[in-house]
């Protein structure tokens, strides 16, 4: 199964690609997607194009979004939900599944604390995807999504088939 995990940002949208066969991962590619300067609708526009050639250039079959936070700063937050709803429609429109996680079910995931820093989780990324190098900590964020997605639709998938088995 190959995962696209997504970190939205308005600023730097992060994406990384994974291929999942049984309980191994391996790195297919990640990068950040960068807005630049101007009007938001413009902005959101350059994320909606340039995540829409990453979907098309490496055929996920299922996507895995982090869950934003609400900070202080309303304007900001209401801001990166509109990112955040391109990092979900994107993957929706090329047909694809996109699952939701919190920031700190992914770390818990990845790192096995659910507080972990950034650094942690970069760390144990590279150790999870051996030869992988994240093009930033926006990428690194976004395999982690993608590793942690791994996790949970492994699990899904061995609960389902207990099920099954003891019907």
Same mark, same amino acid.
């Given at each position: 199964? *190959?995962?696209?995990?997504?970190?939205?940002?308005?600023?730097?949208?992060?994406?990384?690609?994974?291929?999942?066969?049984?309980? +191994?991962? +391996?790195? #297919?590619? =990640?990068?950040?997607? $960068?807005?630049?300067?101007?009007? %938001?609708?413009? +902005?959101?526009?350059?994320?909606?194009?340039?995540?829409?050639?990453?979907?098309?250039?490496?055929?996920?079959?299922?996507?895995?979004?982090?869950?934003?936070?609400? =900070? &202080?700063?309303?304007?900001?937050?209401?801001? $990166?939900?509109?990112? *955040?709803?391109?990092?979900?429609? #994107?993957?929706?429109?090329?047909? %694809?599944?996109?699952?939701?996680?919190?920031? =700190?079910?992914?770390? &818990?995931?990845?790192?096995?604390?659910?507080?972990?820093?950034?650094?942690?989780?970069?760390?144990?990324? *590279? %150790?999870?995807?051996?030869?992988?190098?994240?093009?930033?900590?926006?990428?690194?964020?976004?395999?982690?999504?993608?590793?942690?997605?791994?996790?949970?639709?492994?699990?899904?998938? *061995?609960?389902?088939?207990?099920?099954?088995?003891?019907?």
């Amino acid at each position: 199964m *190959r995962i696209i995990g997504i970190d939205p940002g308005l600023r730097c949208l992060g994406w990384g690609v994974i291929e999942v066969d049984g309980v +191994r991962l +391996r790195h #297919v590619a =990640n990068g950040q997607i $960068l807005s630049g300067a101007g009007d %938001l609708a413009v +902005r959101l526009l350059a994320l909606y194009e340039q995540l829409s050639a990453v979907i098309a250039r490496h055929a996920p079959q299922t996507a895995a979004v982090e869950q934003t936070f609400v =900070n &202080k700063d309303g304007a900001g937050t209401l801001k $990166l939900g509109q990112a *955040r709803g391109i990092a979900m429609l #994107v993957p929706a429109q090329a047909g %694809l599944r996109v699952a939701e996680y919190a920031p =700190n079910a992914v770390k &818990k995931a990845v790192v096995g604390v659910g507080h972990a820093e950034k650094q942690q989780v970069e760390h144990m990324v *590279r %150790l999870q995807l051996p030869g992988c190098d994240p093009a930033g900590p926006d990428a690194a964020d976004a395999l982690a999504v993608a590793i942690c997605h791994a996790f949970y639709a492994q699990s899904a998938d *061995r609960l389902a088939q207990a099920i099954g088995a003891a019907s």
